[in-house]
């Protein structure tokens, strides 16, 4: 199975939003973590974005913000003062999976379906004060639990100090089996592990 296009951008829409199986031969091996889609060259915050899709990409030199709408800008990791994220959609894992099963059933079994949510990733520059850019949710539905969407807080900030490098996320994804997908415990493992959180 291949990832549905919704405009500009590939979704993952389906229940469990991890690659694996359902990678088409020659693309990138990725995997979502949190709000990070990880890939073995960068991360994208929500969705990697394609053609004019909005999007935010950091990589080992810094922050990329992408999209018609907001793209061209850019900042080094030594001008990047803070990262953040608000709007995004939080719910429990039950009402999580109820969710994201309706809007799965909808788009794969009727072609149709709207744009995931968008949420705002907010970076704080030394030069620029505080921009805001626009990414999709990398889920049909966008839905995230609330111990993910902390820990991946957490991450960004340790991303934005340095304590944690972009290089940490992507050495992972490289050392990766391709056709195996972290469970969600594992996966929350992982947010743990980045930001030294013993717990959320």
């Given at each position: 199975m291949t990832f549905p296009t919704v405009g500009n951008l590939r979704v993952i829409a389906f229940v469990s939003p991890h690659d694996s199986e359902n990678r088409t031969a020659g693309e990138t091996p990725m995997t979502m973590v949190g709000l990070f889609w990880i890939t073995e060259e960068c991360v994208y915050l929500g969705a990697e974005p394609t053609g004019t899709a909005p999007g935010v990409r950091l990589t080992e030199g810094g922050v990329e913000v992408l999209g018609q709408e907001q793209g061209g800008r850019s900042w080094g990791w030594d001008e990047v003062r803070g990262l953040d994220v608000r709007d995004v959609a939080v719910r429990s894992e039950r009402r999580r999976l109820a969710s994201m099963a309706f809007d799965s059933f909808v788009v794969l079994f009727t072609?149709?379906?709207?744009?995931?949510?968008?949420?705002?990733?907010c970076v704080e520059t030394e030069g620029d004060g505080t921009v805001e850019a626009s990414v999709l949710a990398?889920?049909?539905?966008?839905?995230?639990?609330?111990?993910?969407?902390?820990?991946?807080?957490?991450l960004?900030?340790?991303?934005?100090?340095?304590?944690?490098?972009?290089?940490?996320?992507?050495?992972?994804?490289?050392?990766?089996p391709e056709d195996v997908a972290p469970t969600r415990?594992?996966?929350?493992?992982?947010?743990?592990?980045?930001t030294a959180a013993a717990s959320v």
């Open positions: 072609g149709d379906g709207e744009l995931p949510p968008q949420f705002t990733v990398a889920v049909t539905g966008g839905i995230h639990t609330p111990d993910e969407y902390e820990l991946s807080r957490t960004l900030a340790r991303l934005a100090d340095g304590t944690t490098t972009v290089g940490e996320l992507v050495g992972w994804r490289r050392e990766e415990e594992q996966r929350l493992a992982l947010l743990r592990e980045w």
